[in-house]
């Protein structure tokens, strides 16, 4: 069974920064990529970050890029997303997701049940 657990999610002051982590376990790690996504109240789920398997490759939508950073470390079976320099348009409830390369949400077929960031202008 494929288990994805977001944590860090937060209140955070408009400019500052949280560090979320999504913990996978069930299918090996490596072989697949992770990505995060984010649904703000009444929005569609949108991409917000991917990674490779091997974590050589990464991508970003147009409005975190140069903001938010994502990583992931094998041995720990953990995928981080820091984010800096947060807006009150950052706020939604971010999703990690596992799966193969993409910025859809088709392309990833497991997904974590969602942790909450809010930022306060």
């Known amino acids: 069974q494929v288990q994805l657990v977001e944590s860090g999610g937060g209140l955070v002051q408009a400019g500052g920064s949280l560090r979320l982590s999504c913990a996978a376990s069930g299918r090996t790690f490596s072989w697949y990529a992770m990505g995060w996504f984010r649904q703000a109240p009444g929005k569609e789920r949108e991409f917000v970050a991917v990674i490779s398997g091997s974590g050589l490759s990464t991508d970003y939508a147009d409005s975190v890029k140069d903001r938010f950073t994502i990583s992931r470390d094998s041995a720990k079976k953990t995928v981080y997303l820091q984010m800096n320099s947060l807006k009150p348009e950052d706020t939604a409830i971010y999703y990690c997701?596992?799966?193969?390369?993409?910025?859809?949400?088709?392309?990833?077929?497991?997904w974590g049940r969602g942790t909450q960031v809010t930022v306060s202008s």
């Open positions: 997701a596992s799966g193969t390369w993409g910025t859809r949400a088709i392309d990833y077929d497991y």
